[in-house]
């Protein structure tokens, strides 16, 4: 594919992703020619999932891609039905496997092809894949140029191909591969796919808020080639709800494969391979496992997690704000961004310039909204119409923690357990190694917070969760030697991220990223990718339909200032 030198990123969709063999082949090409593409993103369909040990082999065979193998095993797990994104080659390879029929995962693709690969034009029945409506919705993944190559396909089939658009080179007519190129006589229509807007080109990119969500689109954007300054009012990072001493990757479970289960199994995916590639194992973080109890802590109905983590999230957010591109500022507290003369400015109390950039992202939790109604406000005479947000909920939450002693390994268990509350242990802290237990829900509201009571809270929860810990550390609760930790979330009325960008007419769009609420190591990675495919114009790294459920003007969070 000798085209993917004239651009930074290259994006093929595979509709038959078999073996894998022909992935292999492009990702190996990637690897021989250093004027290949930085990024090269592979979005694979596969009717069943492929044989790992196969796949493994393959690659451990292949002299340019042996090395790879391990950070391909290690995210070659869990896989179901829908999109699982796999980083390969410190992130300069990005594969999307999409498990599932063809016309399902082509119409929940939302990027647009520089190569289309289809390698047959039957299923194992014999049946057709390709019929005019499914070729219609592939063009709409199409540019003017997009190549096509047609591989093992019946006579009369290239005919639906030609009438959608796709001019088929006088060379490859007879038997064999037959390479086209979309070029239609007419202009096609993208009207109705405001997705396939231009890719904003790398510059520089200035973010609002130093937690979780701000530090991980940092991370995506800066591996993409932006410049980032990362804005924060608290001196150093992580300095709300992401200094969580210690939080679980884990995910969902519900008897239906609702849209909270599908996200938490991406957000998990995604998360556990930056761990993978960024932080210290058994010190930042720890490939665990966590135990799910149910929620009358009957140990019967447990369920084991084998993909779940503890982290320490403070440490993941210093490591994407160690990225190169990323620099940090602190206690800057910005009042308003205003859009002028062609880039953001963006402002303290007293109009003064923090900093000027092409893309701005407000990812502020709960001091988001009010930025976006200030911002408003300050632009309202020259840019009308940015919409504002209705105010999201906080809420308030305590872990209770302590240092262990040597006669609590016999006691604690050794993963996580989570459930009606959540217990850790054996991490490691200055002094030792502690144990964590919580976190509380509370509505905030005027008033000081309730240490005593939280703490009552915490043990009663760990009293069901798992009573031998609980009398373990039950004189440690009753004469006050356990600590705390508090802060607060941020949530929409549906508990689902805030992602994506905010248009008014005049300007470009100001981007979103917040409300994780209490998962924010689950959804934070997953939501910036998402910004950062976005931002670029480059795959998904989750179904579109997921992806409008987390839209940032979705029904119920705007209303117009």
């Known amino acids: 594919m000798p085209a993917w030198q004239d651009g930074a990123t290259w994006r093929v969709l595979d509709t038959d992703f078999s073996d894998g063999s022909r992935f292999l082949a492009v990702w190996a090409a990637r690897e021989h020619h250093p004027a290949g593409p930085q990024r090269l993103h592979y979005v694979g369909i596969a009717a069943t999932i492929p044989d790992p040990r196969a796949l493994l082999r393959a690659v451990q065979a292949h002299a340019l891609l042996a090395s790879h193998a391990p950070e391909l095993q290690h995210q070659w797990t869990d896989f179901t039905a829908g999109f699982h994104r796999i980083e390969l080659s410190a992130g300069r390879v990005l594969l999307t496997l999409c498990v599932g029929s063809v016309p399902a995962m082509v119409r929940e693709q939302q990027f647009v092809a520089d190569a289309i690969l289809v ?92 937690g ?71 010190v930042d973080w720890a490939p665990s496992g966590v135990r799910q ?66 893309l701005v992202l407000v990812a502020a939790a709960g001091g988001s909204v009010p930025l976006l109604e200030r911002s408003a406000a300050a632009m309202a005479h020259q840019h009308p119409g940015l919409p504002g947000f209705k105010p999201m909920q906080a809420l308030g939450g305590q872990v209770s923690w302590g240092l262990q002693t040597d006669d609590d390994n016999a006691a604690f ?31 905030e509201a005027s008033g000081t917070p309730d240490e005593t009571g939280a703490h009552r809270e915490n043990r009663q929860r760990l009293a069901r969760l798992l009573p031998e810990v609980a009398r373990a550390l039950a004189t440690r609760f009753e004469t006050g030697q ?72 979705r029904p119920g969070l705007l209303h117009h200032l």
Not at 251 to 274: C, H, K
């Open 212 to 282: 979780l969500a701000g530090a991980a689109a940092a991370a995506a954007l800066s591996r993409r080639g932006w410049q980032v300054t990362v804005l924060d009012a608290a001196s150093s990072p992580a300095a709300a709800a992401s200094g969580l001493p210690v939080g679980l990757l884990v995910p969902q479970v519900a008897r239906d494969d609702n849209v909270r289960v599908r996200l938490s199994r991406a957000g998990v995916r995604l998360t556990r391979a930056w761990c993978h590639r960024l932080l210290r194992q058994d």
């Open 293 to 358: 109890m149910a929620p009358d802590g009957n140990p019967g109905d447990s369920l084991w997690h084998a993909s779940g983590a503890w982290i320490r999230p403070a440490r993941l957010v210093q490591a994407c704000l160690a990225q190169p591109g990323v620099r940090f500022a602190g206690d800057a507290h910005v009042d308003r961004v205003v859009w002028r003369q062609g880039a953001w400015h963006l402002l303290d109390t007293d109009g003064n310039l923090m900093a000027q950039a092409e």
């Open 119 to 210: 390698p047959t034009g039957i299923d194992g029945t014999g049946k057709a894949l390709w019929d005019r409506w499914t070729v219609k919705a592939l063009t709409r993944l199409c540019r003017r140029g997009t190549t096509l190559e047609l591989a093992g396909t019946p006579a009369p089939l290239p005919g639906a191909f030609a009438e959608a658009g796709f001019v088929f080179r006088a060379s490859a007519t007879g038997a064999g591969t037959r390479h086209a190129d979309f070029d239609p006589r007419w202009e096609p229509g993208t009207s109705r796919h405001r997705w396939r807007e231009g890719a904003a080109a790398a510059s520089r990119c200035a973010i609002v808020g130093a």
């Open 413 to 443: 268990p050794g993963a996580p357990v989570n459930g009606n509350g959540s217990f850790v242990a054996h991490v490691p802290v200055v002094g030792g190694l502690a144990w964590f237990a919580g976190a509380t829900y509370e509505p």
């Open 482 to 553: 356990v600590g705390s930790w508090r802060a607060s979330r941020c949530a929409t009325p549906d508990r689902l991220p805030a992602v994506g960008p905010l248009h008014a007419p005049g300007m470009p769009p100001i981007w979103l990223s917040t409300a994780m609420g209490s998962r924010g190591l689950t959804h934070a990675v997953l939501c910036a990718e998402l910004l950062a495919a976005q931002v670029g114009g480059e795959p998904l790294p989750l179904e579109a339909s997921l992806a409008r459920l987390l839209a940032a003007t």
